[in-house]
């Protein structure tokens, strides 16, 4: 008896600790919301948006839409406190096969086309200052330099861990400061009184008066404040997630929508609509119009803070495939750890592949595509999840419970800005919603089918053990 209540002790030390308050939670989302796509988005948004006005006005709004999203997101969470985000949410409402498409769509379409439009970023970013305003850098030579950072921090990863994880925090502190230089250059600029402010006279200037394509800005500028996902994995550590992760939402997006509202006055300030749409790397044609000789300054900057964001998307987005073998969801091999440096090398090495073939066949405009497609639909899915629970299983205890009205907005709005994208790009769209739905033959190919042929067994274990020799690779407990 005594020894069971020492084993129960035990038990209870190693679980996590409720550490985290408000404060912290705000700190975290302020950090990870809109990962780095105020440096690199806003001229895909002025694209599509047609007109200043218009672009700003859907930067306000993707921001709220996406506070009503997470909102939902944090209700499942306290449901299922578990990890795996809305991979868990979807398998424990709607079984293996809906959580497998969540899983399948997130590898495919977010994690591959994410490192593919960081890497491209940060190599525009280091480009660009050698290049005068309007001319934009060979896009060959771009994508070679982004395949050699992708590479370079996949390698990292891989060996040195502990080192890339030390500067973590500088790399993140670098958004900040470029966001901070650019609201206050941009206020210099507009108390010394240039002609650039004439921009905001007549904002509403070419703004589209079809839905499809005011529905595609809509659509382009949800997927700037990614990134407020990693709320789903605070739960187990929150001292009252209930109470706290909603207001950490409301107050860290508040915060965002402000800072990325301002950059783009600035940014607006500063640029003509036709210098703004000149080049991918805004923050560097801001700076070369007025101030030159911060370019240099500017470049290092944004270019660190890509760094840091993709170096943060290695180490958790690999862990999704390498969770997913460990469910029988994957191939074995994806599941095993580098019995020296314990990293999940085949799962990162994996990603790292996808992600060069997305860099040199993609634009950015596709990556955002891409991913914000998939987020429509994964959207779709948990905010489902969470009605179906609503209707099914009203007693169920909810340490926090959205407004039911938000949940069928968010639905429904998902719905109609998918069907206008799809109708504006039906090819990009159309593309991105037939690999989701490649992922149910994946899954009755590859995890229902039990009795698979013995050849085939024998040449995947094969192919597993000469992995594992070559790699040095073990299963995890």
Not at 79 to 86: C, D, E, L
Not at 386 to 404: I, M, S
Request: some cysteine; glycine content about 6%.
């Amino acid at each position: 008896m005594a020894d069971r209540d020492k084993v129960e002790i035990q038990t209870e030390e190693i679980r996590m600790k409720k550490s985290i308050n408000l404060l912290h939670c705000v700190a975290v989302l302020v950090a990870v919301t809109g990962h780095i796509s105020i440096f690199i988005s806003p001229s895909v948004i002025l694209s599509a948006a047609g007109s200043i006005g218009l672009t700003i006005i859907e930067w306000i709004f993707a921001g709220w839409v996406n506070i009503g999203v997470c909102l939902c997101f944090v209700e499942l969470a306290t449901v299922f406190p578990s990890a795996g985000g809305p991979y868990a949410y979807v398998t424990n409402v709607f079984g293996n096969l809906s959580g497998f498409i969540i899983m399948w769509g997130y590898i495919v379409l977010i994690i591959g086309p994410f490192w593919a439009f960081l890497s491209y970023t940060a190599s525009v970013y280091i480009f660009e200052p050698f290049f005068p305003v309007g001319c934009k850098p060979p896009s060959l030579a771009v994508k070679f330099l982004g395949a050699w950072i992708l590479t370079s921090l996949v390698m990292l990863n891989c060996i040195y861990m502990k080192y890339v994880t030390k500067v973590q925090t500088f790399l993140t502190a670098c958004k900040v400061a470029c966001m901070v230089l650019i609201i206050t250059l941009g206020a210099v600029v507009l108390v010394r009184g240039h002609e650039t402010k004439s921009n905001f006279e007549d904002i509403f200037d070419n703004t589209p008066t079809e839905a499809g394509p005011i529905a595609l800005g809509v659509f382009y500028s949800l997927f700037v404040y990614g990134g407020w996902q990693i709320v789903c994995g605070l739960m187990e550590e929150v001292k009252e997630p209930a109470r706290d992760i909603p207001r950490a939402v409301y107050i860290s997006f508040t915060i965002v929508i402000i800072q990325y509202v301002l950059v783009n006055i600035s940014y607006f300030l500063v640029l003509t609509p036709a210098q703004f749409l000149s080049s991918d790397a805004v923050a560097i044609i801001f700076t070369q119009v007025h101030f030159p000789y911060l370019t240099p300054v500017m470049s290092i900057l944004v270019a660190l803070s890509v760094l840091g964001v993709l170096n943060a998307s290695i180490m958790g987005h690999s862990r999704t495939i390498f969770a997913g073998a460990r469910n029988g969801h994957a191939p074995t091999v994806f599941g095993m750890l580098h019995v020296r440096y314990l990293t999940p090398w085949p799962a990162i090495i994996l990603k790292a592949l996808w992600s060069a073939i997305m860099l040199f066949s993609g634009s950015i405009e596709m990556f955002m595509q891409f991913i914000q497609a998939f987020s429509s639909v994964m959207t779709l899915f948990v905010v489902s999840a969470l009605l179906y629970l609503r209707w099914t299983q009203p007693q169920l205890k909810r340490p926090y419970k959205t407004y039911l009205l938000n949940a069928v907005f968010t639905c429904c709005y998902q719905v109609l800005v998918l069907l206008f994208a799809l109708y504006q790009k039906p090819q990009r769209i159309g593309l991105a919603l037939l690999i989701i739905a490649a992922g149910v033959p994946v899954y009755w190919v590859g995890v229902s089918w039990k009795s698979k042929p013995k050849a085939y067994k024998h040449f995947s274990k094969k192919v597993t053990l000469n992995l594992q020799k070559s790699l040095l690779l073990s299963k995890t407990s």
